[in-house]
T-cell receptor, first 115, second 113 residues
Framework: AQSVAQPEDQVNVAEGNPLTVKCTYSVSGNPYLFWYVQYPNRGLQFLLKYITGDNLVKGSYGFEAEFNKSQTSFHLKKPSALVSDSALYFC?????????????FGQGTTLQVKP | DAGITQSPRYKITETGRQVTLMCHQTWSHSYMFWYRQDLGHGLRLIYYSAAADITDKGEVPDGYVVSRSKTENFPLTLESATRSQTSVYFCASMNSLSTGELFFGEGSRLTVL
């Protein structure tokens, strides 16, 4: 069965410092991996994805993520955090061979960036 | 560029009543999904649809019914609402399996008293 784990309920970081939000996954087959961000009372917004190719993926708002097949991880990173990055972040996965497109989501990590 | 819209955004109902949450997308995406978001559970898939007239169950389908007579609409019906169905419901669409990312609506917050 597919699953996604986000081991931290909350990550706190000071503005200007680098941030990492962790994600590990379990699938049978090649994964498609995604990061989404959710601001209060809003829907989820797509940040970036890994389908194939370069393990380092760059996305919106200066975020990037690194696909690590051996560690089955897809951690979200940003070199310099902004207060406006404070939000709820979700990692999601599906098997590349899936014919349904269903994404399995992690439980989410709240990122708090303090001035 | 309307995208994907959900209505109502907020709904309060009573146990046993029927409730329908609407979802409309303007992109003609083939795939559509309904998720519910609950604290501690993240997002869980209720139902999905690969095309008009094709629907299938997700992870938590009990108590819900969907239909998809037109590509652009994917309503979710709670036939007899229960308190455990108090949640925030998100509709999403996807253009193709090769691109993969979902586009979400703003959500419908449902409270069942």
């Amino acid at each position: 069965a597919q699953s996604v784990a986000q081991p931290e309920d909350q990550v706190n970081v000071a503005e200007g410092n680098p941030l990492t939000v962790k994600c590990t996954y379990s699938v049978s087959g090649n994964p498609y991996l995604f990061w989404y961000v959710q601001y209060p009372n809003r829907g989820l917004q797509f940040l970036l994805k890994y389908i194939t190719g370069d393990n380092l993926v760059k996305g919106s708002y200066g975020f990037e993520a690194e696909f690590n097949k051996s560690q089955t991880s897809f951690h979200l990173k940003k070199p310099s955090a902004l207060v406006s990055d404070s939000a709820l972040y979700f990692c999601a996965v599906r098997v590349s061979s899936s014919n349904t497109g269903k994404l399995i989501f992690g439980q989410g990590t709240t990122l708090q960036v303090k001035p | 560029d309307a995208g994907i819209t959900q209505s109502p955004r907020y709904k309060i109902t009573e146990t046993g009543r029927q409730v329908t949450l609407m979802c409309h997308q303007t992109w003609s995406h083939s795939y559509m999904f309904w998720y519910r978001q609950d604290l501690g559970h993240g997002l869980r898939l209720i139902y999905y649809s690969a095309a008009a007239d094709i629907t299938d169950k997700g992870e938590v389908p009990d108590g819900y019914v969907v239909s998809r007579s037109k590509t652009e609409n994917f309503p979710l019906t709670l036939e007899s609402a229960t308190r455990s169905q108090t949640s925030v419901y998100f509709c999403a669409s996807m253009n193709s399996l090769s691109t993969g990312e979902l586009f979400f609506g703003e959500g419908s917050r449902l409270t069942v008293l």
